[in-house]
């Protein structure tokens, strides 16, 4: 998969979080743009390079993770959801109000 993630495309935990309010701006803007809703309470989000990456730092900072082997193992998880230009790939949600 020649759009793979590696650690050199991501930031550090300090790095990210001085960019995460602006980064996380840009992203949901990004994101609006790339769902679709089924109905009243359930959406898909489709995917790419970039929304990935997204989800990655913000695993990485929330669970603190600054190790090699923790962030392999987050690329190794997330990578898989990064369309490879021959097919469409989307996170469902499922939602209602509390």
Same mark, same amino acid.
């Given at each position: 998969?020649?759009?793979? /993630?590696?650690?050199t495309?991501?930031l550090s /935990?300090e790095? !990210?979080? &001085?960019?995460r309010?602006?980064? $996380?701006? &840009?992203?949901?803007?990004?994101?609006? %743009? $790339?769902? %679709? =809703? /089924? @109905?009243d309470?359930v =959406?898909? !989000?489709? &995917?790419d390079? $970039?929304t990935?990456? !997204?989800q990655?730092?913000?695993?990485?900072r %929330?669970?603190r993770?600054f190790? $090699? +082997? @923790? %962030? &392999?193992?987050? /690329?190794?998880?997330?990578n898989?959801l990064i369309?490879? @230009?021959r097919n469409?790939? +989307?996170?469902?949600m499922i939602? !209602?109000?509390r």
């Open positions: 998969m020649a759009n793979v /993630l590696t650690r495309d991501l /935990l790095d !990210y979080q &001085e960019r309010v602006s980064m $996380r701006r &840009e992203l949901m803007a990004h994101k609006s %743009i $790339r769902y %679709i =809703g /089924l @109905g309470h =959406g898909l !989000y489709f &995917e390079r $970039r990935v990456q !997204y990655i730092q913000e695993m990485l %929330i669970e993770i190790d $090699r +082997a @923790g %962030i &392999e193992d987050e /690329l190794k998880a997330y898989p369309p490879t @230009g469409l790939k +989307a996170t469902m939602e !209602y109000p």
